[in-house]
């Protein structure tokens, strides 16, 4: 086994750590209270390649592997996971899906762009009545043909306004179950496509969230990704990529709130010495670091099995049940550290606290991460 990090995954995890200082920090405060979507960073991001990192060249992409892209992912979750969701999603549920199962159109109309991140992609499978049960789409593509016509409702879709592609799901023939599903691509402002309310959410609330309304979209049926009735398998092989990414975003925040708890703990003095001085204060920092890397090791495991084309499923939903459980722990207890100035803003740490929390919602909840593990463990 090796441990060591390549020199290329090297200066792609200085690159991320750098961006993540000098342009996401400065603001970050900000963009939460005012829920501003962090437009011109994610425009940098593209320029420098984050939002297409294992895109093939061919199509603008950065022609990456996993094992940086979870590097990158960890350092830019580590200041703002709301820029980062936007990131995981566009690489590994926009870009990954289109470049797989995508026509050479598609990918030529689609994914260049996006891959260069000139424009942004969502992903859009949730609806109002089915989250978790992803099965009961009733959002419906009606067969006309040579198009579809698209009617229904997604809710709490990542960069619902900002994106200008949308991976639709819907279901077109109910009969035939999730084998009746197709994936779509919806372009912005289609006649009937309606962009809605944003969320007011607990974390994250730089990223762009809203519900989508479809009515009587026509889309052709050139724009459907894979064979007819393909939709469900898409969305939930694409899912299994996405929840590496949703993994390291969750590590990033957790070894966020790490460092500045550590830095503090340096720093503050209590009852005459350092904090970090107390036994207390030395086994939660203990713990966290333990944490941290027991799930960095699974984030990478899940990175490498995918990079050597190997199974991956049941390593990319443990890493994923693991850092979010983890990030909601670590987060907790740099709060704590921090004591009364981990409440306030200024300190960083509650927002991180908050920002976790979503890990283990969204990307399959951690429900659903120990219903793919043991569906693994006993098939
Ligand atoms: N990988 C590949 N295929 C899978 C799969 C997986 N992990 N899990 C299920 N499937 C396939 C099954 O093999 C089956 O196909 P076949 O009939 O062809 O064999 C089909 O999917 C249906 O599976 P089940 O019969 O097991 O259906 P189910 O209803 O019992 O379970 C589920 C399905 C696993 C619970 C699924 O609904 C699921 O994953 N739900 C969670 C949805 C989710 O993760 N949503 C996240 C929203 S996107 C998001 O959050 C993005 C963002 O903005 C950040």
Same mark, same amino acid.
């Given at each position: 086994?090796?441990?060591?990090?390549?020199?290329?995954?090297?200066?792609?995890?200085?690159?991320?750590?750098?961006?993540?200082?000098?342009?996401?920090?400065?603001?970050?405060?900000?963009? @939460?209270?005012?829920?501003?979507?962090?437009?011109?960073?994610?425009?940098?991001?593209?320029?420098?390649?984050?939002?297409?990192?294992?895109? @093939?060249?061919?199509?603008?992409?950065?022609?990456?592997?996993?094992?940086?892209?979870?590097?990158?992912?960890?350092?830019?979750?580590?200041?703002?996971?709301?820029?980062?969701?936007?990131?995981?999603?566009?690489?590994?549920?926009?870009?990954?899906?289109?470049?797989?199962?995508?026509?050479?159109?598609?990918?030529?109309?689609?994914?260049?762009?996006?891959?260069?991140?000139?424009?942004?992609?969502?992903?859009?499978?949730?609806?109002?009545?089915?989250?978790?049960?992803?099965?009961?789409?009733?959002?419906?593509?009606?067969?006309?043909?040579?198009?579809?016509?698209?009617?229904?409702?997604?809710?709490?879709?990542?960069?619902?306004?900002?994106?200008?592609?949308?991976?639709?799901?819907?279901?077109?023939?109910?009969?035939?179950?999730?084998?009746?599903?197709?994936?779509?691509?919806?372009?912005?402002?289609?006649?009937?496509?309606?962009?809605?309310?944003?969320?007011?959410?607990?974390?994250?609330?730089?990223?762009?969230?809203?519900?989508?309304?479809?009515?009587?979209?026509?889309?052709?049926?050139?724009? &459907?990704?894979?064979?007819?009735?393909?939709?469900?398998?898409?969305?939930?092989?694409?899912?299994?990529?996405? &929840?590496?990414?949703?993994?390291?975003?969750?590590?990033?925040?957790?070894?966020?709130?790490?460092?500045?708890?550590?830095?503090?703990?340096?720093?503050?003095?209590?009852?005459?010495?350092?904090?970090?001085?107390?036994?207390?204060?030395?086994?939660?920092?203990?713990?966290?670091? +333990?944490?941290? @890397?027991?799930?960095?090791?699974?984030?990478?495991?899940?990175?490498?099995?995918?990079?050597?084309?190997? @199974?991956?499923?049941?390593?990319?939903?443990?890493?994923?049940?693991?850092?979010?459980?983890?990030?909601?722990?670590?987060?907790?207890?740099?709060?704590?550290?921090?004591?009364?100035?981990?409440?306030?803003?200024?300190?960083?740490?509650?927002?991180?606290?908050?920002?976790?929390?979503?890990?283990?919602?969204?990307?399959? +909840?951690?429900?659903?991460?120990?219903?793919?593990?043991?569906?693994?463990?006993?098939?």
């Amino acid at each position: 086994m090796n441990f060591e990090y390549t020199e290329e995954q090297k200066a792609v995890q200085a690159a991320a750590r750098d961006f993540a200082r000098n342009e996401l920090f400065p603001g970050v405060i900000e963009r @939460d209270t005012h829920q501003k979507f962090p437009a011109e960073q994610i425009k940098k991001m593209g320029e420098l390649g984050f939002m297409g990192m294992m895109v @093939d060249p061919q199509y603008s992409g950065g022609g990456m592997d996993t094992i940086s892209y979870v590097l990158a992912m960890e350092e830019i979750s580590k200041i703002d996971a709301s820029a980062s969701v936007c990131m995981s999603v566009n690489n590994s549920l926009v870009c990954w899906g289109l470049e797989e199962f995508g026509t050479a159109e598609q990918k030529e109309k689609y994914l260049k762009p996006l891959a260069a991140g000139s424009i942004i992609g969502a992903f859009c499978l949730s609806e109002p009545e089915a989250g978790s049960d992803a099965t009961s789409q009733r959002t419906t593509a009606e067969d006309k043909g040579d198009h579809y016509i698209l009617n229904g409702t997604k809710n709490w879709i990542t960069n619902g306004n900002s994106a200008s592609v949308y991976i639709v799901i819907a279901q077109t023939h109910p009969e035939k179950r999730h084998k009746g599903i197709n994936a779509l691509i919806v372009e912005k402002g289609m006649p009937g496509f309606v962009v809605g309310k944003k969320e007011d959410k607990m974390g994250i609330r730089g990223s762009d969230t809203h519900s989508l309304m479809f009515t009587d979209v026509k889309i052709p049926k050139t724009s &459907r990704i894979g064979e007819e009735g393909f939709g469900f398998t898409f969305a939930m092989t694409t899912l299994n990529g996405g &929840r590496i990414g949703i993994a390291a975003q969750a590590l990033g925040i957790a070894c966020g709130a790490y460092e500045l708890a550590l830095k503090y703990a340096r720093e503050r003095k209590a009852f005459g010495k350092l904090l970090c001085e107390h036994q207390a204060i030395q086994f939660k920092l203990s713990e966290m670091a +333990t944490k941290i @890397d027991a799930a960095r090791l699974l984030v990478h495991k899940a990175a490498y099995l995918k990079d050597y084309n190997k @199974d991956f499923v049941k390593a990319a939903a443990m890493a994923k049940l693991f850092a979010s459980q983890i990030a909601q722990e670590v987060t907790t207890e740099a709060v704590q550290i921090h004591g009364g100035y981990g409440y306030v803003k200024e300190f960083h740490v509650e927002r991180l606290m908050r920002d976790a929390k979503i890990t283990q919602i969204y990307e399959g +909840t951690t429900e659903i991460q120990k219903l793919v593990i043991s569906r693994e463990l006993i098939k």
